[in-house]
């Protein structure tokens, strides 16, 4: 069965300073991979996902294979960055996703 | 364009009873997926409808079940009510053959006494 850890539940970063968020999945095929992101006060939504390889609000995140990892990362974190994200996994024909526990991100000022 | 629209906001049962949560998905959506998001648990997959038709579902127990509309909206009923249902129940929908991107409600929060 597919999983998703994000091994860090906290994660506070000053604002300027990059930041990585860790996601590392099992599955044995060929998944399709999510980053969503839960702002305070509004509604978990779609910051990117690894097929459209585009950076989003100066986010990217690479699929490695190998490693069977899907971080994201910013180079200079912002404060409006500090949110609730969720990685997330596809896996064809199975047609459901499913989420990791969530990283917290504060950034400071 | 209204997104995806959950009710009620809240609601209080006990032990026992039954809840109904009601999800009208964004206009064009025929997928309609149902999550749990118990306090520390994250996001645990519940159920998927597509075209009115169950099309996969999360390790829950049978009391869990749901239904899809011929308008594409959902309902979702727990039955005989535990306290550990007690979390917030996220409804989210997307394009057919999902999922793509799911586009969130804001969520029913069922509190069991």
């Known amino acids: 069965a597919q999983r998703v850890t994000q091994p860090e539940k906290l994660l506070s970063v000053f604002k300027g300073a990059p930041v990585e968020l860790k996601c590392n999945y099992s599955?044995?095929?060929?998944?399709?991979l999510f980053w969503y992101v839960q702002y305070s006060r509004q509604r978990l939504q779609l910051l990117l996902r690894?097929?459209s390889r585009e950076s989003i609000k100066g986010f990217t995140a690479d699929l490695n294979k190998g490693e069977t990892s899907f971080h994201l990362k910013k180079p200079f974190a912002q404060e409006e960055d500090s949110a609730m994200y969720y990685c997330?996994?596809?896996?064809?024909?199975?047609?459901?996703?499913?989420f990791g526990a969530g990283t917290t991100v504060t950034v400071r000022a | 364009e209204a997104g995806v629209t959950q009710s009620p906001t809240h609601l209080i049962k006990t032990r026992g009873q039954q809840a109904t949560l009601r999800c009208s998905p964004i206009?064009?959506?025929?997928?309609v997926y149902w999550y749990q998001q118990a306090l520390g648990l994250g996001l645990q997959f519940l159920l998927w409808?597509?075209?009115?038709?169950?099309?996969n579902r999360g390790n829950f127990p049978p009391r869990f079940s749901g239904r899809q509309f011929p308008n594409y909206s959902s309902e979702l009923n727990v039955n005989a009510l535990e306290l550990e249902d007690s979390a917030l129940y996220l409804c989210?929908?997307?394009?057919?053959?999902?999922?793509?991107?799911?586009?969130f409600g804001e969520g029913s929060r069922l509190t069991v006494l």
């Open positions: 989210a929908s997307s394009f057919p053959r999902g999922p793509g991107e799911l586009f």
């Open positions: 599955y044995s095929g060929s998944p399709e």
């Open positions: 690894h097929i």
């Open positions: 997330a996994l596809s896996t064809h024909g199975d047609y459901k996703l499913s």
């Open positions: 206009s064009g959506h025929t997928s």
């Open positions: 409808y597509d075209e009115g038709e169950e099309r």
